[in-house]
């Protein structure tokens, strides 16, 4: 375990993040920590950027439009939003919603990797161009890899990271309607049906 990573332990409780300053101007604009939800033994867990206005409200990642976007996608491949993993790679909101720094994806990558090394899930799904470039390590062209896995070393193992648009791109481009959907049930395909997560697809009925 990296010192970061081990450094990180005395702020987090599990999977939750208890306390943070790492990054002042977040530390200014946030109301509230973000933390992961779902099942700590979920076999999917999506990862997103860093939470919006309303994430930051109500306490929990993906539950403005972009939320109700994924849970549609989920219900329609047999998932509920119980079943699964919900995180982002920052956990406080950047002010007036900007993309995070580097500096602040960096200080709180120890957190996410710590989550995921956690939960072991079957399959990573980075949703949108940030996060998948945080995770890969590399330029992202979203719109163009979306659908495509790679294995990739986070934290002490290895993970099978799926490429996603992000859902909001659903709601200004309607072409990238079935690239997400598409995306979400090649997900649902590789965490399995009715695994350590719980996750039950329609199908078991």
């Known amino acids: 375990m990296n010192a970061a990573l081990s450094g990180s332990m005395e702020q987090m409780d599990g999977t939750t993040v208890t306390a943070c300053e790492r990054c002042p101007e977040l530390c200014d604009s946030r109301s509230r920590i973000v933390n ?47 079943d699964v993993r919900i995180t982002n790679c920052v956990r406080c909101r950047p002010p007036e919603n900007r993309d995070p720094t580097d500096e ?10 710590r989550e995921l090394e956690r939960i072991d899930p079957q399959i990573v799904v980075t949703l949108g161009k940030v996060p998948s470039e945080h995770v890969l390590g590399r330029s992202v062209g979203i719109t163009s890899e979306a659908g495509r896995i790679e294995d990739v070393r986070i934290g002490g193992r290895s993970h099978r990271v799926l490429l996603s648009v992000h859902p909001a791109a ?17 997900a649902a395909d590789l965490g399995g049906s009715g695994g350590s997560g719980g996750q039950a697809r329609l199908g078991d009925y």
């Open 36 to 82: 992961g939800v779902g099942p700590e033994d979920a076999d999917i867990v999506f990862v997103g950027e860093a939470p919006g206005a309303t994430e930051d409200e109500r306490g929990e990642p993906f539950v403005g439009r972009s939320g109700d976007v994924l849970d549609e996608a989920l219900r329609d491949v047999g998932l509920a939003r119980a």
């Open 104 to 113: 602040e994806l960096n200080n709180c990558r120890p957190y996410l990797d």
């Open 170 to 186: 659903t709601l200004y481009d309607r072409s990238q309607r079935d690239t997400f959907e598409e995306t979400i049930a090649t």
